[in-house]
């Protein structure tokens, strides 16, 4: 049984864009001469360096290991030498430590990488155990640690009884899991497989947005002959791939605010993490590398590659792209709608990097309204997924309310956008939502954004 015909309630539709890369098969980067790999890639503490400048590095091999268990280990994605440590800004502009590695061009691979004939023999604690050495986290975007979702807490035991594999991609440009979906079919299948038996679950579901016909027919036909796997196809709506709003679509269950899908007895992934997380249990190979989708009007050839971990973006946009289209006037990492808008190519590709959109001038994204005061229309409300009132936030954070903001629920906020992209006054809300995210956490202090400057 499926709800709201397997949607969600509120929420907004978007133009997708998508036909400039989703017709586009996968096609492998040439690995670049250096990597950039950040030790803060993934939600949770940093991981710490376990190799120093100098040292040889095989591909594969950990270069840095989690720290505490919501944390990550990193592997090499190339074969070299370690040529620095240094801190950088990532897209988000957070600041993290980076290990710099010279490819030396062999990709040697590490000799204790050992595959499997099959991965369905292990048991559920050494599944979990393969997912956190192998560095698996989530790669729509999140970056939580997999193996985290799948160890139940040994204080409150929760019965999984589902796993959802996200197929969603509802932001628009981006074709990376599209292309997933379709050219890595059986490793979907497989990982959810996984995903099942490493939490006992007795039912997988695909849950596929229905502008990917393609996808739905092939994980449909593939799943026919499994009695536990449904594969459904959801309606074009934005953010339908939100964790909460697909829980809902495919399930009825509604998670409560601040809680995790696991409260309701789901376990929900993203297809891209599903497909690395067979490679680490099967295959015994950690993640280091990627789908990432290069679109926008602003780069010559548009498409999908599969890039190593700690690639620039320059490298892709060159060796793939075939260069920029000038004038280039907006860079975003990851989608119009959740990602981050950067002023120049030089990051690396992450675990959660799903896309690098690229905009000559004269695209309309290019172009933003003049911000003007509310005209309390309401749209704000009517599309907002949570439920949540954005108007009165910003109106909380322009009075430095912090009180007032959390009153009105702003840490429920999944910053998703929708309020932004309906406002009629083009009031930047969910940049005045994160803000008083930061001011709140950091008591007041502003977080690490201390110059913001609140007008009004
Ligand atoms: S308030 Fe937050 S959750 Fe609601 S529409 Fe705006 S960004 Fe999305
Ligand atoms: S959509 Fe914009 S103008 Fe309309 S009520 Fe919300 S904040 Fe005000």
Redesign the pocket.
């Not at 060796?319 to 907006?330: A, S």
């Not at 690229?358 to 005061?373: D, H």
């Not at 439920?387 to 429920?412: C, D, G, M, Y």
């Given at each position: 049984m499926f709800f709201d015909n397997n949607t969600f309630k509120h929420g907004v539709r978007i133009e997708g864009h998508k036909d400039l890369t989703s017709g586009r098969p996968i096609e492998v980067c040439p690995p670049p001469e250096n990597i950039v790999l950040p030790l803060s890639m993934h939600i949770g503490a940093p991981a710490k360096p376990v190799v120093a400048v100098g040292d040889k590095v095989k591909m594969g091999q950990l270069v840095a290991q989690a720290q505490g268990f919501v944390s990550s280990n990193i592997h090499s994605s190339v074969s070299g030498v370690v040529q620095a440590m240094e801190r950088r800004f990532l897209p988000s502009g957070a600041l993290s430590e980076c290990l710099v590695i010279a490819n030396d061009g062999l990709d040697t691979l590490d000799e204790t990488i050992e595959p499997r004939s099959t991965g369905l023999v292990l048991a559920p604690k050494e599944m979990r155990s393969l997912l956190q050495s192998k560095g698996i986290v989530g790669m729509g975007g999140a970056t939580f640690p997999t193996h985290v979702k799948y160890t139940p807490p040994s204080d409150k035991p929760q019965v999984i009884d589902t796993v959802i594999i996200n197929g969603i991609e509802c932001e628009p440009y981006i074709t990376a899991d599209h292309r997933v979906l379709v050219e890595y079919a059986p490793e979907v299948i497989r990982g959810l497989k996984y995903f099942m038996k490493a939490v006992l679950a007795t039912r997988g579901v695909i849950a596929i947005e229905s502008n990917k016909p393609d996808a739905i027919a092939l994980l449909q036909k593939l799943t026919e002959q499994e009695e536990n796997i449904t594969v459904v196809s959801c309606p074009e709506k934005y953010?339908q791939g939100s964790e909460k709003q697909l829980v809902y679509a495919v399930t009825g269950r509604v998670i409560a605010n601040r809680a995790l899908p696991a409260s309701v007895g789901v376990v929900i992934d993203n297809v891209a993490t599903a497909v690395w997380a067979a490679r680490a249990i099967k295959d015994d190979m950690p993640c280091i590398e990627r789908v990432v989708t290069l679109s926008g009007d602003g780069v010559q050839r548009p498409g999908n590659y599969l890039v190593r971990l700690g690639t620039s973006y320059e490298h892709v946009v060159k060796t793939c792209g075939g260069g920029i289209k000038e004038p280039l006037v907006k860079i975003l990492s990851g989608g119009p709608m959740m990602g981050f808008a950067i002023s120049n190519l030089d990051y690396p590709v992450l675990k959660g990097s799903g896309g690098v959109l690229l905009f000559a001038a004269g695209a309309p994204i290019t172009t933003q309204g003049r911000e003007r005061q509310c005209v309390r229309c309401g749209h704000?409300l009517d599309?907002?997924?949570?439920f949540?009132e954005?108007t009165v936030?910003a109106q909380a954070v322009k009075a430095r309310n912090w009180s007032a903001a959390l009153q009105a629920n702003v840490a429920?906020?999944?910053?998703?956008?929708?309020?932004?992209y309906v406002c009629p006054a083009y009031i930047p809300?969910?940049q005045h939502?994160r803000m008083a995210k930061q001011f709140i956490a950091s008591d007041g202090r502003g977080g690490h954004n201390p110059l913001y400057n609140i007008k009004d």
């Amino acid at each position: 049984m499926f709800f709201d015909n397997n949607t969600f309630k509120h929420g907004v539709r978007i133009e997708g864009h998508k036909d400039l890369t989703s017709g586009r098969p996968i096609e492998v980067c040439p690995p670049p001469e250096n990597i950039v790999l950040p030790l803060s890639m993934h939600i949770g503490a940093p991981a710490k360096p376990v190799v120093a400048v100098g040292d040889k590095v095989k591909m594969g091999q950990l270069v840095a290991q989690a720290q505490g268990f919501v944390s990550s280990n990193i592997h090499s994605s190339v074969s070299g030498v370690v040529q620095a440590m240094e801190r950088r800004f990532l897209p988000s502009g957070a600041l993290s430590e980076c290990l710099v590695i010279a490819n030396d061009g062999l990709d040697t691979l590490d000799e204790t990488i050992e595959p499997r004939s099959t991965g369905l023999v292990l048991a559920p604690k050494e599944m979990r155990s393969l997912l956190q050495s192998k560095g698996i986290v989530g790669m729509g975007g999140a970056t939580f640690p997999t193996h985290v979702k799948y160890t139940p807490p040994s204080d409150k035991p929760q019965v999984i009884d589902t796993v959802i594999i996200n197929g969603i991609e509802c932001e628009p440009y981006i074709t990376a899991d599209h292309r997933v979906l379709v050219e890595y079919a059986p490793e979907v299948i497989r990982g959810l497989k996984y995903f099942m038996k490493a939490v006992l679950a007795t039912r997988g579901v695909i849950a596929i947005e229905s502008n990917k016909p393609d996808a739905i027919a092939l994980l449909q036909k593939l799943t026919e002959q499994e009695e536990n796997i449904t594969v459904v196809s959801c309606p074009e709506k934005y953010p339908q791939g939100s964790e909460k709003q697909l829980v809902y679509a495919v399930t009825g269950r509604v998670i409560a605010n601040r809680a995790l899908p696991a409260s309701v007895g789901v376990v929900i992934d993203n297809v891209a993490t599903a497909v690395w997380a067979a490679r680490a249990i099967k295959d015994d190979m950690p993640c280091i590398e990627r789908v990432v989708t290069l679109s926008g009007d602003g780069v010559q050839r548009p498409g999908n590659y599969l890039v190593r971990l700690g690639t620039s973006y320059e490298h892709v946009v060159k060796t793939c792209g075939g260069g920029i289209k000038e004038p280039l006037v907006k860079i975003l990492s990851g989608g119009p709608m959740m990602g981050f808008a950067i002023s120049n190519l030089d990051y690396p590709v992450l675990k959660g990097s799903g896309g690098v959109l690229l905009f000559a001038a004269g695209a309309p994204i290019t172009t933003q309204g003049r911000e003007r005061q509310c005209v309390r229309c309401g749209h704000c409300l009517d599309v907002c997924p949570m439920f949540l009132e954005p108007t009165v936030i910003a109106q909380a954070v322009k009075a430095r309310n912090w009180s007032a903001a959390l009153q009105a629920n702003v840490a429920s906020c999944i910053e998703c956008g929708s309020c932004a992209y309906v406002c009629p006054a083009y009031i930047p809300l969910v940049q005045h939502i994160r803000m008083a995210k930061q001011f709140i956490a950091s008591d007041g202090r502003g977080g690490h954004n201390p110059l913001y400057n609140i007008k009004d």
